[in-house]
């Protein structure tokens, strides 16, 4: 029982689990995973609890159908995407701890947690312009049978690849 | 053997693999315990709600358990020419085409084509799918993970998916305030494209799933042509 909680899943099962539960998550509920519709909603939420005026931009205007019932009901915090995400987190965390696996790791070093900040700003620039990110974008896009995603496919990869050189050339 | 000593190189970079001393299942079912409640406590007030929740809980273990990680997906096969975890991401969309393409349907029969109604993700393609899509690529190995791939290490204890996070927060609300340039430019004037609407759903599946089984092939082919494993700094470690 311990080392079969402990033991990791192949990849292939994961995959398909992954593909299931999104199939469920749209069946139940109407919308397909995603993770940064949730990530906006916060950025937006402090920076109105800071005093600005972020739900009068455009972007909430044309996604209105997305957002205009969660901005309308003051739901910003709490939605149903913060709640997916939120989920994903509180399942990760009962995972590693039934592997027994749960250990504080610090970053390395401050260059390390550069690279992660700035990938993390170009990951959230980059998935508003194209819908969402390789989740909400793309593994709900392909399914969706919408062009877009076959398109962020190609262009993930070949971003990825600059990516890679990029991290070769600082790390060697 | 030789390919289980792969994947244990592959999943030394995905997650910590080191085992604690010490059993922490007391606090995994502590945490199981509270999250019930709160699958509760959401159902009363929203059932919607506490199907995102228990979702979302089923796929942060599920990555977790898998160590799945789309990042990996992407860079492994031209980092160190491994296409596991890319074939098992095609899996997931054979089951995800069949699976939304019965909900698509229903919804279909019923209903006249609304790009922002259909159930899934339907967007316009664009230049602008392609200038993200480049960006988020170059992000995503850059910060070692993606957007799922952040919430599951923050599961994991990772101090270092949180500023991640944080990037993730500035990043896409500066991406929302300049999205009236980026709209005006290039997203306005870009269509959705979406097959159905174009041809048969019952060919549309067909095509889609006889070219996710085709890229399937093609990845265990370029694998087993590739047969090595790499690290990053080039250097052969199995070949």
Redesign the interface.
């Known amino acids: 029982m311990?080392q079969w909680?402990?033991k990791?899943?192949?990849?292939?099962?994961?995959?398909?689990?992954?593909?299931?539960?999104?199939?469920?998550?749209?069946?139940?509920?109407?919308?397909?995973?995603?993770?940064?519709g949730g990530?906006?909603l916060?950025?937006?939420g402090?920076?109105e609890l800071l005093g600005f005026r972020?739900f009068e931009?455009?972007?909430?205007k044309?996604y209105d159908?997305?957002f205009g019932e969660i901005i309308l009901h003051h739901n910003i915090f709490i939605n149903?995407?913060t709640?997916?995400?939120?989920?994903?987190?509180?399942?990760?965390?009962?995972?590693?701890?039934?592997?027994?696996?749960?250990?504080?790791?610090?970053?390395k070093n401050i260059r390390?947690?550069m690279?992660?900040?700035?990938?993390?700003?170009?990951?959230?620039?980059?998935?508003?312009?194209?819908?969402?990110?390789?989740?909400?974008?793309?593994?709900?896009?392909?399914?969706?049978?919408?062009?877009?995603?076959w398109?962020?496919?190609?262009?993930?990869?070949?971003?990825?690849?600059?990516?890679?050189n990029?991290?070769?050339r600082f790390?060697? | 053997m030789v390919s289980n000593e792969i994947d244990a190189l592959v999943?030394k970079r995905c997650?910590?693999?080191?085992?604690?001393k010490?059993?922490?299942?007391s606090?995994?079912v502590i945490?199981?315990i509270i999250?019930s409640i709160i699958s509760v406590i959401?159902w009363i007030n929203n059932h919607?709600?506490a199907?995102?929740?228990?979702?979302?809980?089923?796929?942060?273990?599920?990555?977790?358990?898998?160590?799945?990680c789309?990042?990996s997906a992407?860079?492994d096969p031209?980092?160190i020419k491994n296409t596991?975890?890319m074939?098992?991401?095609?899996?997931?969309?054979?089951?995800?085409?069949i699976?939304?393409?019965v909900?698509?349907n229903v919804y279909l029969n019923h209903n006249a084509i609304d790009y922002?109604?259909?159930?899934?993700?339907?967007?316009?393609?664009g230049l602008?799918?392609?200038?993200?899509?480049?960006?988020?690529?170059?992000?995503?190995?850059?910060?070692?993970g993606?957007?799922?791939g952040?919430?599951?290490?923050?599961?994991?204890?990772?101090?270092?998916?949180w500023?991640?996070?944080?990037?993730?927060?500035?990043?896409?609300?500066?991406?929302?305030?300049?999205?009236?340039f980026?709209?005006d430019k290039i997203?306005s004037k870009a269509n959705?494209?979406?097959?159905?609407e174009h041809i048969n759903?019952g060919v549309?599946v067909m095509v889609?799933m006889a070219v996710l089984i085709g890229l399937y092939k093609l990845a265990a082919w370029y694998q087993k042509k590739n047969g090595r494993i790499e690290d990053?700094?080039?250097r052969i470690l199995w070949r």
């Open positions: 311990m909680l402990k990791p899943w192949p990849y292939w099962i994961g995959g398909v689990l992954l593909g299931l539960l999104n199939v469920v998550l749209l069946a139940l509920t109407g919308s397909a995973w995603q993770v940064t990530f906006l916060w950025g937006a402090v920076l972020p931009w455009e972007f909430f044309i159908y997305k149903k995407y709640i997916l995400n939120i989920g994903v987190v509180a399942g990760s965390l009962a995972a590693t701890l039934l592997a027994s696996q749960f250990r504080l790791k610090k970053a390390q947690a690279f992660a900040l700035l990938g993390g700003i170009m990951m959230g620039y980059g998935a508003r312009l194209t819908g969402g990110c390789n989740i909400g974008s793309f593994f709900s896009g392909i399914p969706s049978f919408s062009l877009h995603a398109v962020f496919w190609i262009f993930v990869i070949l971003g990825a690849w600059a990516g890679v990029v991290l070769k790390l060697v | 999943r997650g910590p693999e080191k085992v604690n010490k059993s922490q299942i606090y995994a945490i199981l999250a959401l919607v709600y199907a995102f929740w228990i979702i979302g809980i089923a796929l942060g273990m599920v990555l977790r358990y898998s160590r799945f789309f990042a992407f860079r031209f980092l596991k975890l074939r098992a991401l095609l899996l997931s969309f054979m089951v995800s085409t699976g939304f393409a909900i698509q922002a109604l259909i159930p899934g993700a339907v967007f316009p393609v602008h799918t392609a200038i993200g899509a480049f960006i988020f690529g170059i992000g995503m190995t850059n910060a070692g993606c957007a799922s952040v919430l599951m290490r923050i599961g994991e204890g990772h101090v270092l998916p500023i991640t996070l944080l990037g993730f927060f500035i990043g896409t609300t500066l991406g929302a305030k300049d999205y009236s980026w709209y997203i959705v494209f979406y097959f159905p759903l549309v889609q990053y700094e080039g």
